[in-house]
């Protein structure tokens, strides 16, 4: 393979790379966006844990106060109970006292499933630290390694920046003003190998004779997708 043909190679592999290299580096916020919403979510999670324990103690405060007054009326009625002689307010009074010992029975119940909730929720609170202590773990390993990953990429940028300068620099002076002209154009999608007089591009043949003026180092454009070719076997 000729100079020149090499030289376009070596550029399409190089242009290839970049843009590649490129790709991924702008994909890094993207990914690192999204171990951002998962640690969120586990912060939130861990927040709503303890949260919901507060929240079962404040009730259980409130319904043990609800109780013990419902207790002091419900012993206060009976008291009045004792001293009612018309059939028809110590009917009434009776009525009242069904439903402040419905209303104590409500509270009894509810204070215990509270109490169970509690015991529930606070025998899971080291798990739940566990599971928020691994997301925060993962969280700066994968920023570790993603900064590592970066400047790796970044350094192969700029390698393969100076290699693509230097190869573009063996181009000839006939040969450089169109090659410019079409990677303005197209990008890395500028060149297509032609195997079996076939470029590999667009697909499109061309004559046995191009092909061997191709293989002997003449700069030619696919005459269908416009991209300089080089040989392959």
């Given at each position: 393979?000729?100079?020149?043909?090499?030289?376009?190679?070596?550029?399409?592999?190089?242009?290839?790379?970049?843009?590649?290299?490129?790709?991924?580096?702008?994909?890094?916020?993207?990914?690192?966006?999204?171990?951002?919403?998962?640690?969120?979510?586990?912060?939130?999670?861990?927040?709503?844990?303890?949260?919901?324990?507060?929240?079962?103690?404040?009730?259980?405060?409130?319904?043990?106060?609800?109780?013990?007054?419902?207790?002091?009326?419900?012993?206060?009625?009976?008291?009045?109970?004792?001293?009612?002689?018309?059939?028809?307010?110590?009917?009434?009074?009776?009525?009242?006292?069904?439903?402040?010992?419905?209303?104590?029975?409500?509270?009894?119940?509810?204070?215990?499933?509270?109490?169970?909730?509690?015991?529930?929720?606070?025998?899971?609170?080291?798990?739940?630290?566990?599971?928020?202590?691994?997301?925060?773990?993962?969280?700066?390993?994968?920023q570790?390694?993603?900064?590592?990953?970066?400047?790796?990429?970044?350094?192969?940028?700029?390698?393969?920046?100076a290699?693509?300068?230097?190869?573009?620099?063996?181009?000839?002076?006939?040969?450089?003003?169109?090659?410019?002209?079409?990677?303005?154009?197209?990008?890395?999608?500028s060149?297509?190998?032609?195997?079996?007089?076939?470029?590999?591009?667009?697909?499109?043949?061309?004559?046995?004779?191009?092909?061997?003026?191709?293989?002997?180092?003449?700069?030619?454009?696919?005459?269908?997708?416009?991209?300089?070719?080089?040989?392959?076997?």
């Amino acid at each position: 393979m000729s100079s020149v043909t090499s030289a376009l190679r070596e550029c399409h592999r190089l242009r290839v790379h970049l843009r590649n290299l490129q790709a991924e580096i702008d994909r890094g916020p993207r990914v690192l966006q999204g171990y951002q919403d998962d640690l969120d979510t586990a912060r939130q999670s861990h927040k709503d844990h303890h949260d919901s324990i507060t929240k079962l103690k404040l009730k259980q405060r409130e319904d043990e106060g609800s109780l013990k007054q419902t207790e002091t009326r419900l012993a206060k009625l009976e008291d009045q109970l004792t001293g009612i002689s018309v059939q028809k307010e110590y009917a009434a009074k009776q009525s009242e006292i069904v439903q402040a010992q419905a209303k104590k029975g409500e509270l009894e119940d509810a204070i215990l499933a509270t109490i169970m909730e509690l015991e529930e929720r606070t025998a899971a609170i080291p798990a739940v630290e566990q599971v928020w202590a691994q997301a925060q773990a993962d969280f700066k390993q994968f920023q570790i390694e993603a900064a590592e990953r970066l400047e790796g990429m970044k350094g192969d940028q700029e390698v393969c920046t100076a290699d693509l300068a230097r190869t573009e620099a063996t181009l000839p002076p006939d040969v450089k003003p169109t090659y410019d002209n079409i990677v303005k154009t197209k990008g890395p999608d500028s060149f297509a190998a032609s195997k079996a007089r076939v470029c590999q591009g667009c697909r499109t043949s061309m004559t046995e004779s191009q092909f061997i003026a191709l293989r002997n180092g003449t700069f030619r454009t696919c005459a269908s997708c416009g991209r300089m070719q080089y040989p392959v076997e």
